[in-house]
């Protein structure tokens, strides 16, 4: 019998109750019921629908106030049960009972192997006992004796750490930076935060119950992965102000020799028997060549390294670029500044969300903290919600007549949506309507939560010209149509150096060629971890990972830790002192990636965007929907690998 730590009396109990999700509290009686009582027809939810204007969904089910009233009611009484006398936690569904009652509780069908993956997102099933059988097989001292250097302490070598802690392999996380957190560390412009919803934006093992928000600020991230890192013991095993500068193959032994600069630049040299790259696609600020920009004399910083020294305040400010970075700082900055001008090159495509600033409720909070099986059927929820569902608009239909501005009917649907939107919120500035409607399809690029951004657009002491920079000057910037634009400030929202991964790193492999060499304007990997040449070298995050249509890049990086944790469980049970891919495999591989890609939204013709290369092949994005690099990335294929 388990004991529940439920505090409340009766009178909070019942007033948390009112903001939890019924649905969701449903399954929960459903698990602790073991039975299908609550699965008739009296409790079957309306499906879940997005309202016109919101992102988030209302997935409240409609009940008739009778039938909430009932479903609380019976929510209270097993929550005093548990509280007062305990209960056996009931068993995790079984694959087939999971989809029985997402069906349910989505009133959609559900795809078996979603309701698999969900099964390992909610940690009803053990997804790291697909590594943790292979080393059942190695002793502990083996496993201690094998050294792995992980590249970055960001959410992707925290997630590695964690893994490899609980693994008993050694491990060094060596990060360039003076703290932990990666993109949540680095950047620390107005308003930035994450725009999946934070419930799904956090490791499956490492929930956070007590996201103050939906959409979680910068801090709040930040605290949570040095919670993450505390909680896990990763401290002692990371190395801070520590920059990898080169990382080269010793074909004799297959360890890599990793060459390490301290802040000084006093470099070191460390030997691993596996390097894991976990250094993101998004850190390496890209600041334009612009003619005369050396002339000018006013403050200069790019969003990613925010000048807190400055102060905007009645300042003119202009920024360039209107990607996800310029969309969140724009409208906090405008609030200070005298005035602001936005350089856009391209429209990109903005979603409103009127959840975005919204607090979680604290029945919710109390729910995902108290109720047992809440936090679990949540996640599953969310997930469904916002995971692959737009994948429909993302393909191209080769029937659909307007290619050039959609790739069918259910992607012109959402266009047609977003214009009435941008129109809207422009009010009496409609004339800036053809300067903000996008002429590429919608998810051509990523899809921004709007955080008023047409409303600033809209203020008179907001400019937004898409006439083209031609030069700086001593105080600041002319444009085309010759304009000399007047500013004390500029902020370079241009994003990051993306196409060359793993760069400047000069990573060196058996044949003695240079990553950056090989790779040169075409960045490729197997899964997008594998690269052959380079045995026992794994990347996160690495070419065509980056997802654009909808779920969490989280979700992607446990999908990757999980198969490097197989690749190297392999290795130790096999006595295995190299891992590679061979080539054949991985040129295979990248032919579909490639074939598939043309044919989605951010491979269209009409996109320029940093997911491509200089030839229009797009290196960033995975072609595939979450649920299938779930399954691509599920399991190791032994028998594919060369293994010495
Ligand atoms: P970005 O998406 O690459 O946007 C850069 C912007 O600068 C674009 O508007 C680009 O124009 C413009 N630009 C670049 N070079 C220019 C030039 N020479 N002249 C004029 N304009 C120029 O960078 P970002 O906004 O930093 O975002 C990068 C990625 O980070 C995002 O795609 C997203 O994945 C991630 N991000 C996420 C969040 C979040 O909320 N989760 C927040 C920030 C960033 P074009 O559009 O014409 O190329």
Redesign the pocket.
């Given at each position: 019998m388990a004991t529940f730590d439920i505090p409340g009396d009766d009178d909070a109990l019942r007033s948390a109750l009112e903001d939890v999700n019924l649905p969701t509290l449903l399954m929960v009686l459903t698990q602790f019921a073991g039975d299908d009582r609550w699965l008739s027809d009296r409790y079957k939810p309306d499906p879940i629908m997005v309202p016109e204007g919101e992102l988030f969904p209302d997935d409240t089910g409609n009940y008739s106030d009778e039938v909430a009233v009932e479903i609380r009611d019976a929510a209270l009484g097993l929550i005093r049960t548990l509280r007062d006398e305990g209960a056996e936690l009931p068993q995790a569904p079984s694959k087939e009972r999971m989809q029985q009652m997402m069906e349910f509780s989505t009133a959609e069908s559900v795809d078996a192997d979603f309701c698999s993956m969900l099964l390992e997102e909610t940690r009803f099933v053990d997804r790291d006992e697909s590594w943790k059988k292979l080393l059942r097989q190695v002793s502990e001292e083996k496993r201690r004796d094998f050294q792995v250097i992980v590249v970055g302490a960001g959410m992707s070598g925290i997630c590695t750490g964690i893994k490899l802690k609980e693994a008993g392999i050694s491990f060094t996380i060596l990060e360039k930076n003076d703290a932990v957190g990666g993109?949540w560390y680095e950047?620390t412009y107005p308003d930035?935060?994450?725009?999946?919803p934070n419930h799904f934006y956090s490791y499956s093992f490492e929930r956070n119950p007590n996201w103050s928000g939906y959409?979680s600020k910068r801090d709040e991230l930040h605290s949570y992965f040095e919670h993450c890192v505390d909680k896990y013991g990763l401290r002692e095993n990371i190395s801070l102000s520590s920059e990898v500068r080169k990382m080269r193959l010793l074909s004799a032994t297959g360890r890599w020799e990793v060459t390490v600069a301290d802040s000084n630049g006093d470099e070191s040299t460390l030997s691993a028997n596996a390097v894991v790259s976990a250094v993101g696609?998004?850190n390496r600020p890209?600041v334009?060549e612009?003619p005369g920009l050396d002339e000018f004399e006013g403050e200069a910083f790019h969003?990613?390294r925010w000048r807190h020294d400055v102060s905007l305040a009645g300042k003119r400010v202009g920024v360039?670029?209107?990607?996800?970075?310029?969309?969140?700082l724009v409208p906090k900055t405008a609030d200070v500044a005298s005035h602001l001008t936005v350089?856009?090159?391209?429209?990109?495509w903005i979603a409103p969300n009127k959840d975005y600033y919204r607090p979680v409720e604290p029945g919710l909070l109390w729910a995902l903290n108290h109720l047992p099986l809440y936090a679990e059927w949540h996640r599953a929820r969310m997930i469904f919600s916002f995971m692959d569902r737009n994948w429909g608009a993302v393909p191209a239909d080769p029937d659909w007549e307007q290619p050039e501005t959609a790739m069918n009917q259910a992607n012109n649907d959402l266009r047609e949506g977003l214009v009435s939107y941008i129109s809207e919120q422009l009010g009496d500035k409609q004339a800036l309507m053809d300067v903000c409607v996008p002429d590429f399809p919608v998810f051509g690029?990523?899809l921004?939560?709007d955080n008023n951004w047409y409303q600033a657009m809209a203020r008179d002491d907001v400019s937004l010209t898409d006439s083209?920079?031609v030069r700086f000057t001593s105080t600041g910037i002319e444009t085309a149509d010759g304009t000399s634009h007047e500013f004390d400030a500029v902020i370079?929202?241009?994003?990051?150096n993306?196409n060359r991964f793993l760069w400047p790193m000069e990573v060196v492999g058996t044949s003695g060629t240079s990553l950056d060499a090989r790779w040169g304007n075409y960045p490729q990997a197997y899964k997008g971890i594998l690269v052959p040449d380079y045995p026992n070298m794994f990347c996160l995050y690495g070419p065509n990972t980056?997802i654009?249509h909808g779920g969490s890049?989280i979700y992607n990086t446990e999908c990757q830790v999980n198969y490097v944790m197989q690749c190297l469980s392999l290795m130790l049970s096999r006595d295995s002192s190299t891992l590679e891919i061979p080539q054949a495999a991985a040129d295979e591989y990248n032919e579909e990636v490639q074939s598939i890609s043309e044919t989605l939204a951010w491979g269209h013709p009409g996109v320029?965007?940093?997911y491509k290369n200089s030839e229009g092949k797009v290196v960033n994005n995975s072609p595939f929907s979450n649920l299938e690099y779930w399954a691509r990335t599920h399991d190791v294929e032994p028998n594919r690998y060369l293994m010495q």
């Open positions: 993109t950047n930035c935060g994450v725009d999946t959409f696609q998004l890209v334009p612009f969003s990613a360039i670029g209107t990607g996800c970075s310029a969309v969140q350089f856009q090159r391209t429209p990109h690029k990523r921004i939560v083209s920079i370079f929202a241009t994003g990051f993306t980056n654009v890049i320029q965007s940093w």
